[in-house]
């Protein structure tokens, strides 16, 4: 069932046993981060969702690691396992697998327009808790909104789980991202959206057009699903609130914005109205990202805030991100388990994927494939740079299907063994996420891909290929029945 607001979640996690209230005096700088950083590392039984009650003294509560475990993360999108996410889409998906580019791309916008046709698109009210309370003018104070400030070299007080809204000021099309945004004073905050998302397109279409200001809202809170989406890596066109709503199983509600023609969640927690100039930008970070290193200063665009708005008992909600594994890890799962079927649409013999939580999302990929042909190893590779931000991963390892590429110490293994590192691997240049500190230029950098496949004949392998030596099946259902007889227990 869908939540309501961010409330009734925080009621849900409570019930399930996932919530800790922290009453104890706490302050928003580095001392809420450092509490959740040790709870998202520490022991699976002290992984909970965070509520500090008394924040630097006021009556705003913050809410931190809510999609910190599979649990809590399948409760925040409607489903009781992340594998359900990937069932439950390819369900939409007719089981007659493409054959060549056309049908393929036509089969995309078939599942993309199946979410439109299921009745879940967004729907209007006139009234909106989230508008309980409105400051506008010269009443606009972000300090009212407890912002963290998450590592002791941040630049500043950091906005980090917003659902940024705009529109393409061509197209008019609505995108919902998830960016990060630097408190720069009481009234202007820095945009960090990086050169390959949704909002920074919009940016740049702006500035073609002769757009003066491109509108813009901030959305804190609300059904979680809400939340995630913003983060969900859809087609430039696709309405992230549509995917909310199939998720959520209901419609999102919007409210027209109070300054800015832009619709917004009508239950989230806090609303952030204002505009970007997109000629204009500033120094924003450093930030300690989610690869584990600060992101170093760099120019990004402004936006000045023209309205705040807020529910009339606001919960803020927060992320942590740093050395994983954290938070966002389960995010990025959530997104993993999900968007498998379309994958698979382009290219039908994977079998599974993982992006490891060292791997921080665009350092590696592990995919299984049924192989039956030459060199199908490296199309896969190929495929998943050509295929939307998978373009931008450092690091694909294509194992044979057989392999579960869940397990780490698996895929090590096949690796480790079946690789020879003269033969099975590809290098390449090409572009890279704007975070990746080790590339010698700006978001364009090296990449590599393994083929940790079985070999025989038909690759070229001539020496005959070894198998795997494992226990027969009689004899494992023989110790099964004799074992509590042996004492071992």
Known sequence: MAFANLGAFVRRLEKEGELVRVKTPVSSMLEISAITDRVSKGPAARNKALLFENVDGGDIPVLTNMFGNEKRMALALNVKALDDLNRNLAKLIT????????????????????LRSVGLKPKMVRRAPVQGIVYTGDEIDLDRVPILQCWPQDGGRFITLPTVITRDPVSGVRNVGMYRLQQHDRRTLGMHWQLHKGGAEHQRKALESGTERLPVAVSLGGDPAIIWSGSAPLPPDIDEFMLAGWLRGKPVSLVPAITQPLEVPAEAEFIIEGYVDPAESAPEGPFGDHTGYYTPVAAYPVLHVTAISHRRQPIYPATVVGRPPMEDYWMGKATERLFLPLVRLF??????????????????????????????????????????????????????????????????WQVLGNVDWARDIVVQEGPVDALDHASYRFAYGGKIGVDATSKDEQDGYRRGWPERAVMSDDVKALIDEKWASYGID
């Open 347 to 412: 290219l039908p013999e994977i079998v599974d994927m993982n992006m490891p939580a060292a791997g921080v999302f665009h350092n590696l990929v592990v995919v299984s494939v049924r192989k039956r042909y030459p060199g199908q190893a490296r199309k896969v590779i190929n495929g998943l740079w050509g295929l939307a931000l998978m373009s931008l991963t450092k690091g694909i390892v294509v194992v044979d299907a057989d392999v579960n590429v869940q397990d780490d110490n698996e895929v090590a």
């Open 95 to 114: 089981p007659e697998l493409p054959k060549g580019l056309g049908p393929t791309v036509g089969k995309a916008l078939e599942l993309f327009g199946a």
